[in-house]
């Protein structure tokens, strides 16, 4: 080696050694400035994604490998930066800046996306500098291998193959590993998903982009067998929330246990005040029976059905169809109808019903409940003058949504999943959409409308039916019972006074009001957790009201002035 070439090596190891933190970073910043501009121009060309695939990542690998042969082999500078202490420490600190900006940016969202989520200028920023996609970014993979090749370097720098190194060699090696394994997983794995009953296996998966099923299936080197399925869910403790006005927004203020909520809060300094009076793990309004004068109600029968651990209350109401019947212990329904039925009614009763398919409209700021019956292909008028107009595009008795083929379909003739598409039709303007209704989900069409102001649909499937083998009809203005069979007249017999048992049916007690409603009482079905509601009174000067608060419910529950609100959470 010559005078000259050891006064250069000399000057390389002085300047290694004078590396600072600092100025490492720099060193990063440029590097990440270059691949990022060599990334971009990728993109623009249409050929990001070949940097992008596994034969581009390959070729990192490889040109990283030779490059580190070289760096070894020669001894340059660059080896002695690669090998400095401050310059690992600005790597595994770099990497792990844009490892925690990968889980603070939404990932592989498009820039309309970005811009719905952060605003504009900052989605730019996010989108062009590369956060939007770190994972999967050329800078952020050559930040890996160079990582990688460091903490190689190192370990052949300081010989930690001898035996008194082997815990330096195993520390770095780890990290090494850990590196190839997150490349690896990076670049060439996948995500999937499949769809799985109990008792069902696969041995392929449908590839998902940004949390969205594509159509490529992708097969796999083993199969999954799903043996059983269970949900595990653990009580959560709910607070309440209070928050303070603040420009546009709320700005969290303090924050309450239900079981400290239950003496009165004060909020500064508007005077109000609020206190928990009861918290309802699993809400739900119980229903209380009240009679009423005469034309206000309906008429309602009130009974006691079994006898013993099983006894149980039933309301039926009368000409309300989903509540004027209920099953008795001994095997058959009971009919609650106010007024006697007619020779002709009571004959239809003995006739098989035709199936039917009825779908309701009902827009609440325009337009009362409409219930229609429906044949696939029609086209019917709603609303007052014909304001939408809706067609029955198909009926799928068995409704299933086939994932690989992307599309509804049925898995029989049989009416097991009844579903009907649809398009309705604002006649004013011409707007147009498609909805699917679900007989077993009748609220599936109703949460398409416009929040609060579109139209409601629901479906309801009726099957054909045959005459009940046997049924009960209770006649209340008459207090009489017939006791059909077959839809024929079995037995007719008069009901015994209110309160006493009806021999031979089941029901040990009843009562017989001609105008009656129910009265709605929260309550809790449960005391697990599934639907919290706590119940809120609030004081402001001489005026207390109580109000529900929900968790699941969007809006918060503003208080007087609406310079505060609470929130169930």
Do not use: I, R
């Given at each position: 080696m010559t005078e000259v070439e050891k006064g250069s090596e000399v000057r390389a190891r002085q300047q290694a050694n004078n590396l600072t933190i600092s100025s490492c970073i720099y060193i990063l910043l440029t590097l990440w400035l270059a691949l990022l501009i060599v990334d971009r121009l990728a993109m623009s060309a249409g050929v990001g994604g070949l940097l992008r695939s596994g034969l581009g990542q390959g070729i990192l690998v490889v040109a990283a490998a030779v490059l580190g042969a070289l760096v070894w082999k020669t001894r340059s500078r660059l080896y002695r930066v690669l090998t400095a202490k401050p310059f690992a420490v600005a790597m595994l600190g770099w990497v792990l800046a844009m490892t925690i900006l990968g889980t603070l940016f939404i990932q592989n969202g498009s820039r309309e996306e970005l811009s719905q989520v952060y605003g504009q200028g900052l989605a730019g920023l996010i989108y062009y500098s590369g956060f939007n996609d770190i994972f999967h970014s050329l800078w952020f993979g050559g930040f890996l291998v160079l990582l990688a090749i460091s903490l190689i370097l190192v370990v052949i720098k300081r010989k930690s193959w001898r035996v008194l190194e082997w815990g330096n060699l195993l520390a770095h090696a780890g990290i090494v590993v850990i590196l190839i394994g997150a490349f690896i997983g990076y670049f060439f794995g996948f995500k999937g998903m499949m769809d799985l009953h109990v008792g069902e296996?696969?041995?392929?998966?449908?590839?998902?982009?940004?949390?969205?099923?594509?159509?490529e299936v992708r097969p796999l080197n083993f199969t999954i067998l799903l043996e059983d399925f269970s949900i595990e869910r653990y009580n959560p403790e709910y607070l309440i929330f209070l928050y303070e006005k603040?420009?546009?927004?709320?700005?969290?203020?303090?924050?309450?246990?239900?079981?400290?909520?239950?003496?009165?809060?004060?909020?500064?300094?508007?005077?109000?005040?609020f206190r928990l009076i009861a918290a309802y793990p699993d809400f739900y309004f119980a229903h209380?029976?009240?009679e009423t004068a005469a034309g206000t109600g309906k008429p309602a029968l009130e009974l006691e059905l079994g006898q013993g651990p099983a006894k149980h209350s039933e309301v039926l109401f009368a000409g309300v169809p989903e509540r004027e019947s209920a099953e008795l212990a001994v095997g058959y329904p009971a009919r609650f109808v106010w007024e006697p039925l007619s020779p002709e009614e009571l004959a239809a009763l003995s006739q098989t019903r035709a199936p039917a398919q009825l779908v309701t409209f009902e827009k609440k700021d325009c337009c009362p409940k409409q219930e229609l019956e429906i044949k696939v292909g029609g086209e019917y008028s709603l609303g007052h003058g014909g304001m939408y107009k809706l067609k029955v595009l198909q009926y799928l008795p068995d409704f299933v949504y086939d994932t690989e083929a992307r599309k509804a379909a049925t898995r029989s003739e049989e009416p097991n999943n009844p579903a009907l598409q649809v398009s309705l039709t604002e006649t004013a303007t011409g707007a147009s959409e498609e909805r699917w209704l679900f007989s077993k989900v009748p609220e599936f069409g109703k949460i398409h409308g416009q929040a609060g102001a579109g139209p409601e649909l629901s479906y309801e499937y009726r099957p054909a039916q045959a005459p009940l083998a046997k049924e009960l009809l209770i006649f209340g203005s008459t207090r009489e019972a017939l006791e059909l069979e077959a839809g024929k007249i079995a037995k007719r017999f008069p009901l015994?006074?209110?309160?006493?048992?009806?021999p031979a049916t089941g029901i040990s007690s009843f009562k017989i009001l001609a105008a009656a409603e129910e009265i709605q009482k929260p309550s809790t079905r449960s005391e697990q957790w599934k639907n919290p509601v706590a119940e809120i009174e609030i004081q402001q000067g001489a005026t207390v009201v109580k109000q529900f608060l929900s968790s699941g419910h969007e809006q918060p529950l503003y208080l007087p002035g609406e310079q505060y609100a609470l929130a169930l959470a």
């Open positions: 296996s696969s041995d392929s998966a449908v590839a998902t982009s940004s949390g969205m099923g594509t159509e603040s420009g546009e927004g709320f700005n969290p203020k303090s924050s309450f246990k239900l079981e400290d909520a239950k003496d009165w809060v004060p909020v500064e300094p508007g005077g109000a005040q209380e029976l009240k015994p006074p209110d309160g006493q048992a009806v």
